[in-house]
């Protein structure tokens, strides 16, 4: 079986759900992920501020835009009369139910709720869409099987055994849909799995089935070789190893979720990023396979802080980078980058939530300086330290900005290197102009 994911734009109106539609069937029983039609989740997040705050009028209001603009894509979504009934009923019963909640106390688990409707709504319409055009289809739906335990973590034996039994409960269809994004929590609450979230889904599902392929269909042809939304003439990588694109994805590489390619990895399944808008067109193939002798892409992380820790003392005696850590595990935070000398040693974090109290904490060890507005600058590829050349290429290209960190060695494919937030874009072109 194949699971084929749509993000936001590839669902975005009536016309895009009718292509996904033809290439979800070639004759083949795929498994189809949705995501909420583009814009949806945010409009759901804007609804939400307004309920927190009390605003019933301004949630109304939204609410309102949004079902205008539903009703409309139903209306050219189907073209039986029997079916548009079908179509707006659907949509109705899902905001008279959003709208509700204005009627009620609001808190984090209504908010869970209302932002699980964007998904339960694409994938109705895509049914029915389906079973008007005489296909087999069904819906397999996610908060049924999907669930996170107390850590967050997809609770993955839960994950298996569920779906298997509902695919055993709904045999013998063409098609299977079902919501990406949505999940309960260990409490059997409606969650989700972080903005993005579909992309896990995909890989979640195609991990507990062992799929033979998970597609990830958007709307641009793969991975590009840097990022598109800031660097010009960028190209599609045609193939990266999971741990580039893991590594890609997580330092800012939007196309892709960064927790979905574990999943894939640890079951050795190939994930392909595909063109809605140009199916035709190779896209990226995510595989074990590592290409040799190739810088692949350049991501770029923003928000990013880092802080210093310096100490006249022997900095990096025995034990002492044990303590540094713990402080940043007793605050939840991860570390993204580290460099050490024998004086001092920089690391940098990505959530500033308890920074303050981090930086209190590391005042124990040494004198403290913290920089915000950084951004990581991720370039992936073949960096084994037998490839002569290629590290310094990269510091070479940037031989006109000033560089916080570097980190490089960590992994054999891929150097990380911290700059001011105000020099990224030239970062980027600067790498773009001269690796590629
Ligand atoms: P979807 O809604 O289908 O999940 P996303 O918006 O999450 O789509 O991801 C696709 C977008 O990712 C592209 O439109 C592109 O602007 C952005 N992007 C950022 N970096 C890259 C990259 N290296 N390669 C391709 N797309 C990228
Ligand atoms: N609809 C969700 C979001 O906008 C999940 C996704 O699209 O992947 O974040
Ligand atoms: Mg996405």
């Not at 709504?121 to 296909?135: A, D, K, P």
């Not at 800031?230 to 580039?244: I, Q």
Request: glycine letters at 6%; hydrophobic letters at 40%; proline letters at 3%.
């Amino acid at each position: 079986m194949k699971i084929m994911k749509f993000g936001g734009t590839s669902v975005g109106c009536a016309a895009r759900m009718k292509s996904v539609a033809d290439l979800v069937l070639d004759g083949q029983v795929n498994l189809v992920v949705l995501s909420a039609m583009s814009g949806t989740t945010n409009s759901l997040v804007e609804i939400s501020n307004y309920l927190y705050k009390k605003n019933n009028d301004g949630a109304n209001e939204v609410v309102n835009q949004l079902e205008v603009k539903y009703t409309k894509d139903v209306n050219e979504l189907y073209s039986t009369d029997e079916y548009k009934a079908k179509g707006l009923a659907l949509i109705r019963e899902h905001f008279n139910y959003i709208k509700s909640f204005t009627n009620s106390i609001f808190t984090v688990f209504e908010e869970k709720v209302i932002l699980s409707q964007g998904e339960l709504i694409s994938t109705g319409m895509f049914n029915l869409y389906l079973q008007e055009r005489g296909i087999k289809s069904c819906l397999l739906p996610a908060l049924d099987y999907m669930r996170i335990d107390k850590n967050n973590e997809p609770d993955t034996a839960y994950i298996r055994e569920n779906l298997t039994a509902l695919l055993e409960k709904n045999p013998d269809q063409e098609i299977y849909i079902t919501q990406g994004y949505i999940c309960r929590n260990a409490f059997g609450e409606v969650d989700n799995l972080q903005r993005g979230g579909s992309d896990y889904t995909a890989s979640l599902i195609g991990a507990a089935l062992l799929a033979d392929e998970i597609q990830i269909w958007t709307d641009i042809d793969g991975m590009h070789n840097n990022d598109p939304r800031f660097v010009e003439g960028t190209k599609p990588v045609d193939e990266l190893s999971f741990d580039e694109a893991a590594e890609l994805a997580y330092f800012g590489a939007k196309i892709l979720h960064p927790t979905c390619v574990l999943p894939a990895k640890i079951n050795n399944i190939p994930v392909r990023l595909l063109n809605t808008m140009d199916p035709k067109a190779k896209g990226t193939l995510i595989s074990s396979h590592q290409c040799e002798n190739r810088i692949a892409a350049i991501a770029a992380k923003d928000s990013i802080t880092a802080i210093k820790i310096k100490s006249g003392r022997m900095l990096l005696a025995y034990g002492f980078l044990r303590k540094v850590f713990e402080i940043f595990e007793s605050y939840k935070t991860p570390i993204d980058m580290i460099s050490t000398s024998e004086v001092g040693l920089s690391v940098t974090i990505d959530s500033t939530r308890h920074l303050d109290d981090i930086v209190d904490d590391l005042k124990k060890y040494g004198t403290v300086e913290v920089d915000t507005d950084q951004v990581i600058i991720c370039i992936a590829g073949d960096f084994r330290s037998s490839n002569i050349g290629y590290a310094s290429k990269v510091v070479e290209a940037l031989n006109t900005i000033p560089i916080r960190m570097i980190s490089y060695g960590g992994s054999s494919h891929n150097i990380s290197i911290l700059i001011d937030a105000a020099d990224k874009i030239k970062a980027l072109r600067l790498l773009s102009d001269k690796l590629f």
